[in-house]
């Protein structure tokens, strides 16, 4: 939500108005349509590495080296001989090239390899979606996700959602952008030109009903 909007929502309270009054439907309405996008089958961006998941490191020839960690909340993994090591924001490729480094030091020409067996990602790459969905949640994004992949996951909308006015909110080329969603047209009406493509580090706002 732009800080424009908030504003003209929190005016609208402290005066007493209600938001319907506000004439909030306008806005949403003024913002562009989600993209259209059919869907992909193909791969997706390499996953990054983010806090709390599981790797599965292997070392060839160093049983006593292969182990599974996990990526701590501060970013970092420790292993035999490997202590803090940054993590977050890494292919399993990079990361491996990293531990190959660090046990260089110790073993000759080591080969590591990293498997991800528990998947957060980082939170920038996290989808998150707010109010009146069934569990408002951040989810780890996958490849080709789409808004129906979305709303299955979190449970579809409660009684009170006003999921024609819902708003995806998106960073690109580092400014944010806002995008008016019709969730309820896609899953009660079954339109498919409202299941847009979802990007790593999008935003779900769905509002309640004025009513």
């Not at 089958?41 to 990054?48: A, C, D, K, M, R």
């Not at 909110?169 to 493509?197: C, H, P, T, W």
Request: net charge negative.
């Amino acid at each position: 939500m732009t800080r424009k909007l908030c504003i003209r929502i929190l005016t609208c309270v402290f005066l007493g108005v209600g938001l319907a009054g506000c004439d909030l439907l306008r806005i949403h309405e003024s913002l562009p349509p989600a993209p259209f996008v059919p869907p992909d089958e193909g791969p997706g961006p390499s996953y990054l590495i983010g806090p709390l998941d599981g790797l599965n490191v292997f070392v060839w020839r160093n049983p006593e080296l292969t182990v599974g960690v996990t990526v701590r909340p501060d970013g970092r993994l420790s292993m035999p001989l490997i202590d803090d090591l940054p993590a977050t924001g890494k292919t399993p490729s990079d990361l491996a090239r990293d531990i190959e480094e660090e046990l260089g030091v110790y073993i000759q020409q080591p080969i590591v390899t990293v498997v991800v067996n528990g998947f957060n990602g980082p939170f920038s790459q996290q989808v998150r979606v707010l109010g009146e969905a069934g569990t408002p949640q951040a989810i780890p994004y996958r490849a080709n996700m789409t808004l129906l992949d979305v709303m299955i996951q979190v449970g579809g909308l409660t009684e009170f959602a006003a999921g024609d006015r819902a708003t995806l909110v998106r960073f690109e080329d580092g400014e944010q952008k806002e995008y008016r969603l019709k969730i309820e047209s896609l899953i009660k009406d079954g339109d498919i030109n409202a299941n847009v493509k979802i990007l790593p580090g999008d935003v779900l706002i769905i509002p309640e009903s004025f009513l």
